[in-house]
């Protein structure tokens, strides 16, 4: 492993996405757009108070997911990860150098989207802003982390994408954002404890409601990390430096 | 510069290697040596197993069987991937980065010297479309960016699948004249190629066709051997000679 390696990695994925200019407004456009027509649905009732924080997390998580997914994909039929892995380069260094650089526009977005929901939208949270902040992070790298596993299991992008209703669809219906998640018949609510999703969302619940840091939102960002390295682990496992 | 000590001036042995693609035995325990400082060809037609061969050498081709070993260490050791280039026969460089930004990427990783970027860029001659994006560039230009990023820093081997297919023949000689000066300057390089003129460039000659290396020889020597005036003409004589032998051996 090499700092050098990771963050030529990192500076290489930036300069892809800067030559891709609607990429990055899309990536940051979006999720403001989204939140305002959310703030702007739900006008005059407490919904947006309760949902706005929750899908600060999940905008990103989704995006992440999607765009890792088909960034990896790319490498590995382009045969650049090939050439890579031929390369000195960690594994590794390949992973932290893409989240790294997804990282940084995750934290862009998350500031964004936060800044316009707390001082232009109204939105009311307890909690500090940075920890929005954080955990939008958190679940951007969650979502990279797993974009980037499921990228393994798909031929092409075709593929890639269809994975994103089939992996992130379901977390987000069992998440509690629709129906808390106590309020959820005992053997989905036993599914949504094992998704990462749920602790990410419980978590930006957690912020809106407590104007403290407790150890209910630490212990929900620690199985969150857990999750994002447990992904990234199994992910490092399906770059193969050998293959039939 | 070389390390060959352990292998007796070769920079590539192979002994008896098989490889298995899709349920398909497409290396028949083939076995060869690629001489230290030469530039060896690969040369047989499409779908003979070069390329299978080239990423056996490279070490990222699981093999069934044999035993491969290149620079003195078993292909695809750790220790190798600073030591041994490879290029694909597609390119494998990113089409949305321009040409300096692919190479400084893999400059950056090799950790070559200031200046090697700009170096190969004119070793392949892409001055004029440096800072261009790699996707916009023509499939021949694309491949030499490909070819490029192989020549940095200082690598002891380079394995160049087909790297001259598509170019204009001003660029094919220079580019020939530079693995030959490579070459002097003690690198080994194998190339290959599916078109047999490119042959007389090469000063070791590996013949394949269906997984299998019909001969390993100087091009001279094999034009003597054979009793022809060209590689096409040898091939030929080489395949004629294998197919009467192996219809025996069906037959017996």
Not at chain 2, 115 to 128: I, N
Request: aromatic share 6%; glycine share 10%.
């Amino acid at each position: 492993m090499s700092p050098r390696a990771t963050l030529a990695t990192t500076r290489r994925v930036l300069g892809q996405l800067r030559h891709d200019p609607r990429t990055i407004a899309l990536l940051l456009v979006v999720p403001c757009v989204l939140i305002s027509l959310l703030a702007w649905v739900y006008d005059g009732t407490p919904v947006f108070d309760r949902i706005g924080a929750p899908l600060l997390g999940v905008f990103p998580f989704v995006v992440m997911f999607l765009v890792t997914s088909v960034a990896t994909l790319r490498e590995r039929t382009s045969g650049t990860l090939e050439r890579l892995l031929t390369m000195p380069i960690a594994k590794l260094d390949f992973l932290l150098g893409y989240a790294l650089a997804f990282g940084i526009l995750a934290v862009l977005q998350a500031a964004l989207a936060s800044s316009l929901s707390l001082f232009v939208l109204g939105l009311d949270v307890a909690g500090p802003a940075w920890l929005l902040v954080l955990v939008a992070l958190l679940d951007a790298l969650l979502g990279m982390a797993l974009g980037l596993l499921v990228s393994a299991f798909a031929a092409t992008e075709f593929q890639a994408v269809q994975f994103l209703p089939a992996i992130v669809l379901p977390q987000f219906l069992l998440c509690g954002l629709l129906v808390p998640r106590d309020d959820l018949p005992g053997f989905l609510h036993g599914i949504s404890s094992v998704l990462p999703l749920s602790y990410a969302v419980d978590a930006m619940s957690t912020v809106t409601s407590s104007s403290t840091v407790g150890a209910g939102v630490v212990g929900d960002l620690v199985v969150v990390a857990g999750c994002i390295v447990l992904a990234l682990t199994l992910g490092a496992a399906t770059l193969r430096r050998r293959t039939p | 510069m070389v390390k060959n000590s352990e292998s007796g001036g070769a920079a590539v042995v192979a002994r008896e290697l098989r490889v298995d693609r899709g349920g398909r035995r497409v290396l028949h325990d083939v076995s060869f040596t690629v001489p230290s400082g030469t530039v060896s060809g690969l040369l047989g037609p499409s779908g003979c197993g070069k390329s299978t061969l080239m990423r056996s050498v490279v070490g990222v081709q699981i093999v069934a069987g044999g035993s491969l070993e290149v620079l003195g260490s078993p292909a695809g050791s750790a220790d190798l991937r600073s030591r041994v280039s490879y290029v694909t026969q597609a390119p494998s460089v990113y089409a949305d980065l321009t040409v300096l930004e692919n190479l400084r990427y893999f400059a950056a990783l090799l950790g070559a010297p200031r200046g090697d970027v700009e170096r190969v860029v004119a070793e392949v001659g892409l001055e004029s479309h440096a800072a261009l994006l790699t996707g916009s560039l023509s499939g021949g230009q694309g491949a030499r960016v490909s070819l490029a990023a192989a020549l940095l820093g200082t690598p002891e081997l380079l394995v160049l699948d087909e790297p001259t297919v598509g170019l204009d023949p001003v660029l094919r000689r220079d580019l020939w004249a530079l693995f030959h000066q490579l070459a002097e300057r003690g690198r080994t390089l194998l190339v290959s190629s599916h078109v047999m003129d490119e042959a007389q460039r090469c000063q070791r000659l590996l013949l394949m066709r269906d997984g299998r290396i019909l001969a390993d020889d100087t091009p001279s020597g094999l034009l003597a051997r054979t009793g022809t005036d060209d590689v096409e003409a040898a091939f030929l004589s080489m395949v004629d000679a294998q197919s009467s032998v192996t219809g025996n051996e069906v037959s017996a």
